[in-house]
């Protein structure tokens, strides 16, 4: 039987999203599309040709207005794929209307750039007694990512001790400088220090201090940053074992260099400064001159490589496994008008949503995606658009 799910947020990724579950209608029957500015949502649900998007306006800071527009479409499931400082006032607003969540995304707090899971976490105990389900990031990093290292630990592993997520974007938008998603999200992201799990503890290092040439499927070595990104945090809490757990990512020279000037200026600054009698966040102003993530699609030229290192045990022998996708922006966007970074994420959300309103993935409380079982995932995501591949016992070249 078809649910209803109400998806909020109409950017680069919230397009993919609604495409995506527009093409499963037999799962998602009914569709709202609701963002901050409605033309968007509008311009979306036109394009979409098999069945009708509903749309509205929302303001998901506003607990009252997203209980109201709930009770008024009575969606079975909402798909938080606006920002990540919107997640505790959708999962406060499911709470009281007893509607399972989604996201792709953890919280930060817009005056403090900083996440962590423990916000969302803390709300356990009552998703479980109000018995509904909230799946925290379930983009690809996070989201797919930990699903490949369920995989490798349920089909692979004994024990895995090493882990590497190596993330690149071998793609060309022909802008001088853009971000692949929402600008202010992705500059606090890579300005903050970085930070890995090294045996029981965390290690913190100035911001890209650390990097290295990384060898990608298709692609060839790129210069790869050690950052600090959600996932490793639930990683390291859901399999224990693990000695070492680092995420790596890459950006070219020209980025490097505008994101330099930027901070040296002033713009990525979070702080309100005073301009013509009025605050402005310096880093809110330059997202607004800066192009839409969902605007870079069609020239988009390259292919994204994202994918798990891992070392482990195997009937007590060392063992090493590589599993990783690699997308074409331009697949992605005869496939969804988008661009890589926004299709990478947003697939795996649909098929997270879908596999919750199945029943497969359904259990009260609040959960990371490696805490589902990663076969049906596995088995499905492929015929999505993201197709995943592995290699046993490859070489690993990090240092172990
Ligand atoms: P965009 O900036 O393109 O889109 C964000 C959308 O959310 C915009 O339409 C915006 O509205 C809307 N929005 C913002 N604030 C509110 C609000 N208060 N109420 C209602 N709507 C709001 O970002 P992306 O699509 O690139 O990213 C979306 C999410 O996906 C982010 O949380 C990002 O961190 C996450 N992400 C996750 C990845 C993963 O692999 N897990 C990878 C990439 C992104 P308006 O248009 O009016 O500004």
New binding site residues.
Partial sequence: MGKRVLI????????VVVRKCASVPEVFSEIML????KS?CDAIAADIKNMKIQTAA?????VPEIVALINEFKPDLVM???????DLTIMDACLETGVHYL???NYEPKDEAKFEYSWQWAYQERFKEKGIMALL????????SQIYVAHAAKHHFDEIHYLDIVDCNAGDHGQAFAT???????IREITQDGKYWENGEWKIIPAMSIHKPIEYPNIGPKESYLLYHEELESLVKNFPTIKRARFWMTFGAQYLKHLEVMQNIGITSIKPILFQGREIIPIEFL?ALLP???SLGENYSGETSIGCQIKGIKDGKDKTYFIWNNCKHQDAYNDAKAQG??Y??GV?AMLGAKLMLEGIWMKPGVYNTEEMDPDPFMSQIGGYGLPWHEEINPVLPHEY
């Fill in positions: 909020i947020g109409a950017g680069g990724v919230g397009n609701a963002s901050r500015t968007k929302l303001d998901a800071d506003n938080n794929i606006a920002l990540p400082y919107q996201d792709t995304a990031g379930c983009g690809f990093d996070p989201g797919q692949n998603f929402n600008p202010e999200i992705n997202k839409e993530p969902g970074v926004s990478t994420t795996p």
